[in-house]
T-cell receptor, first 112, second 116 residues
Framework: QKEVEQDPGPLSVPEGAIVSLNCTYS??????FMWYRQYSRKGPELLMY????GNKEDGRFTAQVDKSSKYISLFIRDSQPSDSATYLCAMSAGNAGNMLTFGGGTRLMVKP | GAGVSQSPRYKVAKRGQDVALRCDPI?????LFWYQQALGQGPEFLTY????????KSGLPSDRFFAERPEGSVSTLKIQRTQQEDSAVYLCASSGELGSPYNEQFFGPGTRLTVL
């Protein structure tokens, strides 16, 4: 079993819908939790990061971390066709020099 | 400013050939990471450099994989005697200041390696 599990999708939603993406993990040492977006044939780009448990909001995006349940979520409000991409959760145990452990990615398609 | 660049973007190799993949990190970034991303999967850690020192190579899948960063800037990932299972996208990432609470890793576009 992988350290970080993520539903691969694909997830297809109509434009304007609220999207919920999530990951579960098994390693209690993880402290930093990130969501990356990856367009086809591009490298991942950071959307949001959260330290420890709690919520963080940035525009249409909200990240939630529940360390007690080892569960993290990303919500996208008012989804747009340009949000169509693969969303990767990633985690690390510390700061500099700590490698990221990724989920397998969820492919999201937002239809106009 | 320029981001992380990687070359070549695409590489086709015959099984048994050696390949070299290059990464140019963001100027001044201390940390450099290599990841391997198989088709339909998330990236998996290969190795990490702090300046020219390779501090973690626990993710390298075999002794056919070798990475270096001799002057603490450009890095090369070399794969000897390539096998079909080496086919993947190889991603390079760099991050900046040591000691800050969080260091974002900036990713390059990757090199897509296909071994025939």
């Amino acid at each position: 079993q992988k350290e970080v599990e993520q539903d691969p999708g694909p997830l297809s939603v109509p434009e304007g819908a609220i999207v919920s993406l999530n990951c579960t993990y098994s390693n209690s040492a993880f402290q930093y939790f990130m969501w990356y977006r990856q367009y086809s044939r591009k490298g991942p780009e950071l959307l949001m990061y959260t330290y420890s448990s709690g919520n963080k909001e940035d525009g249409r995006f909200t990240a939630q971390v529940d360390k007690s349940s080892k569960y993290i979520s990303l919500f996208i409000r008012d989804s747009q066709p340009s949000d169509s991409a693969t969303y990767l959760c990633a985690m690390s145990a510390g700061n500099a020099g700590n490698m990221l452990t990724f989920g397998g990615g969820t492919r999201l398609m937002v239809k106009p | 400013g320029a981001g992380v660049s990687q070359s070549p973007r695409y590489k086709v190799a015959k099984r048994g050939q050696d390949v070299a993949l290059r990464c140019d990190p963001i100027s001044g970034h201390v940390s450099l990471f290599w990841y391997q991303q198989a088709l339909g999967q998330g990236p998996e850690f290969l190795t990490y450099f702090q300046n020219e020192a390779q501090l973690d190579k626990s993710g390298l899948p075999s002794d056919r994989f070798f990475a270096e960063r001799p002057e603490g800037s450009v890095s090369t990932l070399k794969i000897q005697r390539t096998q079909q299972e080496d086919s993947a996208v190889y991603l390079c990432a760099s991050s900046g200041e040591l000691g800050s609470p969080y260091n974002e890793q900036f990713f390059g576009p990757g090199t897509r390696l296909t071994v025939l």
